[in-house]
């Protein structure tokens, strides 16, 4: 079985202030982690994988996650937070690649003031 | 790279009226497609999957039903609507890299 942690529901930043977004995981296997965006009523949209190689990884919109295998953390960051930031963030895992299903976790919602 | 139709984008319906929301794919083939519903702007609850034409497996018994009756398009259905369907329905598309979502469907049972 696999899971997927994000244990904050909220996160009140202030513009230009770094952002993090908490996530844990549990699975099998070698872990194929994902970071989506949802804003209000849009479907969720593709941020950053990993699936090998640097534990850094960069994505859309300035964002970046650090795949920590020890602590099976993939933590999402992005060094100066912007108003348009606020919106609603999904990690997910699943264990190797194509066929196996994506367990999201439940979402921590975003909200920077200006 | 892959686009993800989804129609109608907002829905009123009556209690016990029946229910087609469509999703359609382009830019793949064969690709893994799920039904998810979002309750309240937050986790997604996952209705359906399908790994091929006709192929659909059900995640949790429910008024709703799943069907793909050709390799890019997936519909969900249900033959009398309850108050509890209302909420924000989800279609994604995998073809091994990542799922793509399509832009959702609003659906509000009165």
């Known amino acids: 079985a696999q899971s997927v942690a994000q244990p904050e529901d909220q996160v009140n930043v202030a513009e230009g202030n770094p952002l993090t977004v908490k996530c844990t995981y549990s699975v099998s296997g070698n872990p194929y982690l994902f970071w989506y965006v949802q804003y209000p009523n849009r479907g969720l949209q593709f941020l950053l994988k990993?699936?090998?190689?640097?534990?850094l990884v960069k994505g859309s919109y300035g964002f970046e996650a650090e795949f920590n295998k020890s602590q099976t953390s993939f933590h999402l960051k992005k060094p100066s937070a912007l108003v348009s930031d606020s919106a609603l963030y999904f990690c997910?895992?699943?264990?190797?690649?194509?066929?196996?299903?994506?367990?999201f976790g439940g979402g921590t919602r975003v909200l920077v003031k200006p | 790279s892959q686009t993800i139709h989804q129609w109608p984008a907002t829905l009123v319906q009556p209690v016990g009226s029946p229910l087609s929301l469509e999703c359609t794919v382009e830019?793949?083939?064969?690709?893994?497609l799920y039904w998810y519903r979002q309750a309240a702007g937050r986790g997604l609850q996952l209705l359906f999957y399908?790994?091929?034409?006709?192929?659909i497996s059900s995640e949790v018994p429910q008024n709703l039903s799943a069907s793909r009756p050709q390799d890019r398009q997936f519909i969900l259905s249900s033959k009398k609507l309850l108050l509890s369907d209302s909420g924000f329905y989800l279609c994604a598309s995998d073809r091994g890299d990542g799922y793509t979502f399509g832009s959702g469907t609003r659906l509000t049972v009165v």
């Open positions: 399908s790994v091929g034409i006709g192929q």
């Open positions: 997910a895992v699943r264990r190797g690649a194509a066929g196996n299903k994506l367990t």
């Open positions: 830019g793949t083939s064969n690709p893994n």
């Open positions: 990993y699936i090998t190689g640097d534990n």
